[in-house]
C-alpha cells in the first residue's frame, strides 16, 4: 500500500516562500509522475505542477515563474518550492503520485498553505 505525507505549509505573507514536501512509502516502482494540486474554499482542485520520472516538469500558468517542482527518486519524495506567495495561492495542497502504467492513483492528506498579511 502506497502513503503519501506531506509537510511545510503554513502562513506565510505575501511576497514571501514556502516549500513543501511530500514523501512515499510502499513500492511505487521506477516510473511515475509525482504532483502537486491544490483546492481553494468553494473552488475545484486544480493542478499546480507534476514532474516525470525523466524529469520534464508542467506548470499550471497561475504559477509559472514563481513555483518549482522538484523530485528525488532515492528518497521518493517530490518538492514544491514556492516563491512570491499571493493570496490567491491559499488553499490545500495536495501531493499526487500516478504509478506506472497501469496508472495507480494515490493523493495526500493535504497540507494547508495561507498567504495573509
Known amino acids: 500500500q502506497v502513503q503519501l505525507v506531506e509537510s511545510g505549509g503554513g502562513l506565510v505573507q505575501p511576497g514571501g516562500s514556502l516549500r513543501l514536501s511530500c514523501a512515499a512509502s510502499?513500492?511505487?516502482?521506477?516510473?511515475?509522475?509525482m504532483g502537486w494540486y491544490r483546492q481553494a474554499p468553494g473552488k475545484q482542485r486544480e493542478l499546480v505542477a507534476t514532474t516525470a520520472t525523466g524529469g520534464s516538469t508542467n506548470y499550471a500558468d497561475p504559477v509559472k515563474g514563481r513555483f518549482t517542482i522538484s523530485r528525488d527518486n532515492a528518497k521518493k519524495t517530490v518538492y514544491l518550492k514556492m516563491n512570491s506567495l499571493k493570496p490567491e495561492d491559499t488553499a490545500v495542497y495536495y501531493c499526487?503520485?500516478?504509478?506506472?502504467?497501469?496508472?495507480?492513483?494515490?493523493w495526500g492528506q493535504g497540507t494547508q498553505v495561507t498567504v495573509s498579511s
Open positions: 510502499g513500492s511505487i516502482g521506477s516510473r511515475y509522475v
Open positions: 499526487r503520485v500516478v504509478v506506472g502504467p497501469p496508472g495507480m492513483d494515490y
